[in-house]
């Protein structure tokens, strides 16, 4: 592909102004994606009192737990719980979705639940560090800490990361063979050179993967963009299930090939409590909240049974777009790649505006 010298320019001043105008947000976004790829190991070892319960002879119902949160929080729309105790001094974890005020409130709020006495160990928004710094980094991570609004921005500089990797493409695109040969590492060793080297080479290794996670993380945020996200939600009277939760779930375990990893209870009237989880022999790129079994809130009886496996591949690979860019695929060592790749954006920046900088430098030494 041959470009005139005059196209050449706008593409390389379009991909120099992203960076310089974009490159703090993608900065912070990549810098906070590559601590949450560790966030469960950091939550178990800094919150011990979570997980270090005195564990008693007989646990609490889980539909008093349900009920407790529901009395508590009057604002709330939907119940999930997200975490099942994970040994028997573990805790419940469940997430709250709140009516807010405004597009820019956070919805989200952890409570933290002992299994045996039903007591509240711990709870906070998740705008706050009240719940943990990493339910923080979290909502951080994709909103902003701006809700909607936020959620909105991050999927709109996902578009421009992505816009600054094409027009990088363009501009390096004779480069890009140049990172197999051994003079572009060795430039790295040169000071004057370095900042260049490093900027090429670290843009085409992680060219690929940086579209491939910028992308999902706009697919994520796609909610922001539809007008039922900024349409003001009617005020419902909280509807808990008649129906035992406990038979729902008992059913959902006894059906061998299935594994449990959360329980959804929206409050309006007409929804279904879901059993969310995972289905064995499913390939390991689908999320663990692909397949669900869902019950009526009146009757418990069975209303659905979602079956991943069984879906259209357009169905497979948006449950797959979550595990692609968060890294849970259960290997340790791809969390490491992740987490060296998820620094690039932020190095490019870095590099880019020295870059930048010299370039401005030389202009004003050679009067142009």
Known sequence: MKLSPYTSRIIF???????????VCYLVIGLSGSLLLFRDEFD?????DLHD???????????????????????????????????????????????????????????FINPYNNEIIREGDYGTLSASFFRWLYQFHYCFQLGTVGMLTTGIVALLMLGSLLTGFIVYRKHITDIFHRKSYTRIRYRRSAASALHRIIGVWGLLFNSIIFFTGFWLNLPAFERGSWTKVER???????????????????????????????????????????FTHTLFLVND????????????????FYDIRKQSWW???????????????????????????????G??????????????????????
């Open 13 to 23: 001043g379009i991909h120099q102004w992203l960076g310089a105008v974009m490159g």
């Open 53 to 111: 319960i005195k564990a008693g002879t007989h646990p609490a119902p889980l539909d008093s737990m349900f009920h407790k949160i529901a009395a508590h929080y009057k604002d709330t729309r939907e119940i999930d719980l997200i975490r099942f105790p994970g040994h028997a001094g573990d805790c419940y974890e469940f997430l709250l979705f709140r009516e807010v005020p405004n597009h820019f409130s956070s919805y989200l709020y952890a409570v």
């Open 289 to 304: 909240y692909a397949s669900y079994v869902s019950f009526s809130k009146q009757s418990g009886k069975l209303t659905a």
């Open 315 to 345: 169905d497979k690979l948006d449950a797959m777009v979550y595990q692609v860019h968060t890294g849970k695929m259960g290997a340790v060592g791809i969390k490491f790649i992740y987490l060296l790749i998820g620094l690039t954006p």
């Open 44 to 48: 178990n070892y800094f919150n011990r």
């Open 236 to 278: 419902v009277r909280p509807v808990l299930p008649a129906a035992s939760m406990e038979p729902m779930l008992g059913y959902a375990r006894s059906l061998g090939n299935f594994s449990p990893v959360s329980v959804y209870v929206p409050l309006d009237s007409g929804s279904d409590v879901k059993i969310v989880g995972r």
């Open 347 to 368: 190095i490019l920046f870095i590099t880019g505006a020295i870059l930048w900088w010299r370039r401005l430098a030389r202009a004003k030494r050679y009067g142009r």
